[in-house]
């Protein structure tokens, strides 16, 4: 065999075995993707999960991770990972496994964007992998003390779960309603009051109270050098927002919260060329969204709440509004006749609200009188 060739010979031998090492390499790699993406099935299905996690990376530090049609955020840095909203009790086991392939930090902080079953479902799961930022430091330090020969309580700090941090509302709710059965690792261990609650964990972040929206107990949570915000039951762009009057929602607190959301906390950048470099926002379900999703969504609750007002101010009842289909032009892309919440239940949510501030209107001139 002539010199050329043994080289062509050899440099085809070579290309081969490349080819074979790359796709033995890529093949590992590939899997290990797709997993990251679905979430870790066979542990779901081993802990009795109830689906898969479908993972979206958002930014380089947040992801949004879809479980039963419900999104959790989950933000990781070097200072370990935030979970905002921890999906239904019965895939939190999935969204536990799915966490923990798309991050190897510790969770340190749990955030309840509201009181809702399907946000603080996972909550127990969650919280208890998790580990206290404070405990994780008292026991390190109490590690070094031991190690130099000084007296430390034993185990002192192992064990103790990320806190929970919610609005004094979710807790008062979560332990009073009617049939809600939550162990105590799921409630909330940090409440605040006050209109704003920061915390910084990789960079700051602001949990911002919007009242009586969906419920009394509403917040969004902002990352700021992320520039990500999750609005929780506030905006669902897949129906029509769900006002929970039972529990403090109402149709103009809900105008009010979308109004906060588009003016304060979503930012369309300038010069406003393209929303790519928008504030990503991450709804309670749907997908990842946008200012310009918001402010359609404000539109159409807005157009809503002001048709039935006006039917309201010229004295037309509840059945001639019925028949009026205030939600007119808005059905094919938030409405439905059948599920948890149609489009009769929206229409019938705004009316009362508004009647209820009407009356209140009445009652108040009343008193001036």
Do not use: C
Not at 295 to 309: E, P
């Amino acid at each position: 065999m002539s010199g050329e060739r043994r080289e062509t010979h050899v440099s085809g031998l070579k290309v081969v075995l490349t080819l074979l090492i790359g796709t033995w390499l890529l093949v590992p790699r590939a899997q290990a993707q797709a997993q990251a993406l679905t979430g870790d099935a066979a542990a779901g299905t081993a802990a009795g999960a109830a689906g898969t996690v479908a993972v979206l990376p958002v930014t380089a530090h947040v992801q949004m991770l879809t479980v039963d049609g419900v999104n959790v955020a989950v933000q990781s840095g070097v200072d370990g990972t935030v979970v905002v909203d921890t999906g239904p009790a019965a895939s939190a086991a999935a969204v536990l496994a799915a966490i923990r392939r798309i991050s190897s930090g510790a969770i340190h902080y749990v955030i309840d964007t509201g009181a809702d079953a399907e946000l603080v479902g996972g909550n127990a799961t969650l919280a208890s992998a998790g580990h206290s930022v404070a405990a994780e430091d008292f026991f390190v330090a109490a590690q070094g003390r031991q190690l130099n020969g000084v007296f430390t309580l034993p185990g002192a700090g192992a064990g103790t779960g990320a806190p929970v941090i919610a609005r004094q509302s979710v807790l008062a709710r979560l332990v009073s309603d009617p049939g809600a059965s939550y162990t105590g690792a799921a409630l909330p261990t940090d409440t605040f009051t006050r209109p704003e609650f920061n915390l910084y964990s990789s960079e700051p972040i602001a949990i911002v109270w919007l009242p009586n929206a969906h419920s009394d107990s509403d917040t969004a949570v902002r990352f700021e050098r992320s520039d990500v915000v999750v609005t929780g039951e506030v905006f669902d762009p897949t129906r029509f927002p769900v006002i929970d009057i039972a529990h403090g929602g109402s149709i103009q607190g809900e105008v009010d919260a979308l109004n906060r959301l588009i003016n304060t906390l979503v930012f369309s950048h300038a010069p406003v060329l393209t929303q790519a470099e928008s504030t990503q926002v991450i709804p309670v379900h749907g997908p990842l969204s946008d200012i310009d999703d918001l402010v359609t969504y404000r539109d159409m609750v807005d157009t809503v709440r002001a048709r039935v007002q006006y039917y309201i101010d010229h004295g037309r009842s509840f059945r001639d509004i019925v028949a009026a289909d205030p939600a007119q032009g808005f059905h094919t892309r938030y409405g439905s006749d059948s599920g948890s919440w149609t489009t009769a239940d929206f229409v019938q949510a705004v009316y009362k609200s508004l009647m209820a501030n009407h009356r209140g209107s009445r009652q108040r001139r009343g008193t001036e009188q």
